[in-house]
């Protein structure tokens, strides 16, 4: 069964970096596509980032790019979401999804099959 783990979120001050894990398995497919969404308190989730495990294409969310980095390690089957430059309107929960797609592109707005738990990110001082 597929299974998505979330790991590596915790207090930081603005300013400061995060890095995120998402450990995919189970997944029958040989490839797909795993994305990063946020959902703070009163707020509808967004999606911040997608990566495609066949070609590593990538693509963000208008707020957070320049910021915000994904990247994947095929070998372990987790993907990585490296956060800089956080700022207090980041604060949220962060859950990885995936969906099975051999396509080169990523997208964020459309539903993804698979669900992490996710992991809650602060950003305050």
């Known amino acids: 069964q597929a299974q998505l783990v979330e790991s590596g979120g915790g207090l930081v001050q603005p300013g400061g970096s995060l890095r995120l894990s998402c450990a995919a398995s189970?997944?029958?497919?040989?490839?797909?596509?795993i994305g990063w969404f946020r959902q703070a308190p009163g707020k509808e989730r967004e999606g911040v980032s997608c990566i495609t495990s066949r070609t590593g294409n990538t693509n963000y969310a208008d707020s957070v790019k320049g910021r915000f980095f994904i990247s994947r390690d095929n070998i372990k089957n987790t993907v990585y979401l490296q956060m800089d430059a956080l700022r207090p309107e980041d604060t949220a929960v962060y859950s990885c999804?995936?969906?099975?797609?051999?396509?080169?592109?990523?997208?964020?707005?459309?539903?993804?099959?698979?669900w992490g738990q996710g992991t809650q990110v602060t950003v305050s001082s």
């Open positions: 189970g997944f029958t497919s040989k490839y797909f596509v």
């Open positions: 999804a995936a969906y099975s797609a051999s396509g080169s592109y990523c997208v964020l707005s459309r539903n993804y099959d698979y």
